[in-house]
Structures are given as C-alpha cells and as structure tokens.
C-alpha cells in the first residue's frame, strides 16, 4: 500500500516467513483501493490479481536465494501484473 499507488521497497520478512514456513509466496495485485474512500466515486471497483506461487525451493535451485532477491521478484511480478492487467 502507498498513498501515490507507486510500488516500495521489498521487505526482508516475506522471504523469512516463506522459507521457516515452508509455502510459496502468492504474488497478489490489487487495483483501486484509493477509490474506495473518495467521495466522487459511489462504487468503486477494485480488481485483484493473484499470480502463480513462487515456490522457495525452486529459487534456491537458481540461485536467488538471499532475502533481498526473492522480495525482489515478488515485487517485479507485482509490478508486471499491474502494467498488463490494470493500465
């Protein structure tokens, strides 16, 4: 969440849980939330996305196994869903 709908930076503890857990990390957009409150809009329409799991195991078998890499690419997937499927 952020209040100009830009994307920040990657948190460490994604990639901690993740991994002392043992489940993959479900990418998730969602669109259309800073409308909900906005008193021009009766009813907002907000869109979410979920993209396939990143699985931990197999981002170790590549080699991107530091905490940084893996919120890293949560975040370009992110990223990637909400240019294609909401712009």
């Known amino acids: 969440r952020s209040k100009t709908g830009q994307l920040g930076a990657p948190e460490a503890g994604l990639s901690l849980i ?21 008193r021009s809009c ?29 919120g890293t690419i949560v975040m370009q997937s992110i990223a990637d869903i909400l240019q294609q499927k909401f712009k």
């Open 18 to 38: 993740a991994a002392k857990a043992d489940v993959p990390i479900v990418p998730v957009a969602i669109y259309g939330t800073r409308y909900i409150f906005s």
């Open 42 to 70: 009766f009813l907002p329409q907000i869109k979410i996305h979920f993209e396939k799991p990143i699985n931990m195991c197999e981002l170790k078998a590549t080699g991107s196994e530091t905490r940084t890499d893996v």
